[in-house]
């Protein structure tokens, strides 16, 4: 449909009066809100005038979100601003206060109580409308009402937990003692008021409470707790000098009366435990350096029992010191000095569980600076132990299709090399009274080489090389037969004599250049034909069980210095040895 130019007349005319309309209300709501504005003006400034700020600040307030015109002098509008700024803050301020009270949050309200605090100074260090309006809107909200209640409150409570938990002898809830150390000084009236009091206060809990501890608690216990509130104190910036000079003298006496008792396992678990809570003790701690000196005491008290050659009771003492001190080279030292002095030790050590019969031990042979040897019925074997020249420990054991029960062994220092001699097995035999067996240690190749193994009624020693035996089972049956010592065992080398057809006693038919191998010398004691009459074995103590350090001649042996258990202490190569009772030709002087 076609419009005509009068109907588009029309509608633009309407249209105009429309707008016109509505900019007309337009113009009339704003002269409204100008007129509100101005009025709400007009009062702020009346309020302020008449001092009445906290009013003053709302009707400004109220005129300034309307935002539809400026009013006023500038200097009176940067005034009031700045008094909305205050207000907001401190609403702010107020609500985070609250909600810490109502949760009770011992920090958030000490962080709110600061915040307070801070803008206090700030306003009241200086006169004017700032000031003033703070002192007023801070009393309206009740804001350092409501901190001076709650921490009154907590004041109060702080202090009756403290007594209840002395009252119980329960400390395991002390949270009092941060509640009061977080209160402000203004609320114990002034800082010094504050530390006086709750010096007094901490130092009456703290000293009920250790007295309880001793009473009934073990010592652990007692230092790991009052080392704990010696660090909560410290964090807390509060000097409780007065209870570490207590714990002192407390760990002191405890460790005193442990000593007095010859308690060393005692002492050595205090002292660790006391050691462990070093972060709140001085350096120049009065029990630390008595824990030091004793542990010396001590340290001196083993190796006194060393040089007394009492290792077992020396090392035992040693590691019961280990907590307190590393003694990995101290015990390995007095290993050392005890296969020194003991090389029978090195078996001992190394096989605790099994049943020696006899240990035989003594130096530089095989290329060991030490060795010792000895069965174990039980395993059927035969055990060597050697110290090598590098200080390491070899270990051989060796098989014997022997009868282990009537088994002995020696060092047969007359047969093989001077210093690669046999060690040589008797043992009652299956066709003859007995049997016996060569070994001959290899410790470069660290093998036990069973040199030979014979059964015989009896054997005998021509040199390092020879032996002879009686009626010996195959070649040198019913005679005296010479043998050689050879790699592959004893090789048959001729007749000596034919034994009697009615006895086996040797009479006048033994070879007068054979011997028997004595079964009754000791260890490494030489027994070749040529010189065992003639010389003694001197040991580095009063029995068999010590190692051999040298020999005297029977004819001539130094003049004994005094008797024990059948044994004459001698002076050799300026230190003492020992020789049998009766080898030497005149008893010991008075």
């Known amino acids: 449909m076609k419009i005509s130019s009068y109907q588009k007349s029309l509608f633009v005319r309407n249209a105009a009066l429309v707008l016109f309309s509505l900019a007309l209300v337009a113009v009339c709501v704003k002269l409204a809100l100008g007129y509100r504005q101005i009025a709400l003006y007009d009062q702020a400034k009346s ?90 809107f801070t009393a309206q909200i009740n804001l350092e009402k409501k901190l001076a209640d709650y921490y009154q409150q907590a004041l109060q409570q702080a202090k009756a937990q403290s007594k209840e938990n002395l009252e119980k002898q329960s400390y ?34 703290e ?52 000593i007095r008792k010859q308690d060393l396992a005692a002492f050595v678990d205090m002292a660790e435990a006391y050691r462990k809570i ?16 004793q542990v010396e005491a001590y340290f001196k008290q083993a ?48 096989y605790p569980d099994k049943l020696f019969t006899k240990i035989i031990s003594g130096t530089e042979l095989w290329g060991a600076k030490l060795y010792a040897f000895g069965l174990v019925e039980a395993d059927q074997r035969l055990y060597l132990a050697a110290k090598m020249p590098n200080d390491s420990l070899l270990y051989l054991e060796q098989p014997l299709e022997v009868d282990m029960k009537s088994a002995t062994a020696k060092l047969a220092s007359e047969l093989g090399a001077e210093k690669a001699p046999l060690i040589f097995v008797q043992s009652a035999g299956k066709e003859r009274p007995f049997a016996y067996v060569g070994l001959l240690p290899e410790l470069s190749a ?20 020879h032996v002879v035996l009686k009626n010996a089972v195959g070649k040198g049956e019913k005679e005296y037969a010479l043998f050689k010592l050879t790699r592959d065992g004893l090789e048959y080398i001729s007749k000596l004599a034919d034994m009697l057809p009615d006895s086996t006693d040797s009479g006048t038919s ?81």
Not at 73 to 100: G, P
Not at 282 to 291: K, M
Not at 308 to 336: C, G, M, R
């Open 278 to 293: 070093g972060d709140v003790l001085p350096t120049d701690s009065p029990t630390l350096e008595a824990i030091s000196k």
């Open 47 to 136: 309020f302020y005038d008449a001092n009445q700020l906290l009013q003053a600040e709302e009707s400004f307030a109220r005129a300034s979100d309307m935002a539809t015109l400026s009013y006023g002098d500038e200097e009176w509008t940067v005034v009031m601003t700045r008094l909305s700024a205050m207000r907001r803050e401190l609403e702010e301020l107020q609500q985070k206060l609250q909600t810490a009270i109502m949760g009770k949050q011992d920090e958030n309200v000490l962080a709110a109580y600061r915040i307070y605090q801070t803008m206090r100074e700030k306003y009241n260090g200086t006169a004017g409308t700032a000031s003033a309006f703070f002192q007023q």
């Open 172 to 205: 395991r809830d002390e949270s009092f003692i941060d509640t009061l150390i977080a209160i402000p000084d203004e609320y114990y009236g002034g800082k010094q008021a504050k530390q006086d009091e709750l010096l007094a206060l901490f130092a009456d809990y």
């Open 510 to 590: 033994e070879p007068d250049d054979a011997s028997s191998v004595d079964q009754g010398a000791s260890e490494g004691e030489q027994t070749d034909n040529s010189s065992s009459s003639q010389i003694i074995q001197v040991h580095a103590g009063p029995g068999q069980e010590y190692p051999v350090i040298g020999q005297v001649a029977k004819d001539a042996p130094p003049q004994p210095v005094e008797e024990m258990n059948g044994w004459y202490r001698i002076e050799f190569d300026g230190k003492d040895g020992w020789i049998p009772a009766g080898k030497p030709d005149s008893a010991p002087s008075p």
């Open 303 to 350: 190796e006194q029992l060393v040089k007394a050659h009492k290792f077992q009771k020396a090392i035992e003492l040693y590691q019961q010191l280990n907590p307190l001190q590393d003694i990995s080279t101290l015990v390995s030292e007095v290993e050392n000095r005890w296969l020194d002095y003991e090389p029978g030790h090195m078996l001992e050590a190394k």
């Open 446 to 465: 660290e093998k036990l080489t069973r040199v030979f193994s014979a059964e015989a009624d009896d054997f005998g020693v021509e040199d390092r090389e």
């Open 207 to 258: 000293k009920a409470k250790l007295r309880a501890l001793i009473a009934n608690a073990s010592f652990d216990e007692v230092i790991t707790r009052t080392a704990s509130s010696l660090r909560h104190y410290t964090q807390q910036g509060v000097d409780a000098s007065w209870l570490l000079t207590r714990l002192e003298k407390y760990a002191k006496d405890e460790l005193r009366e442990a």
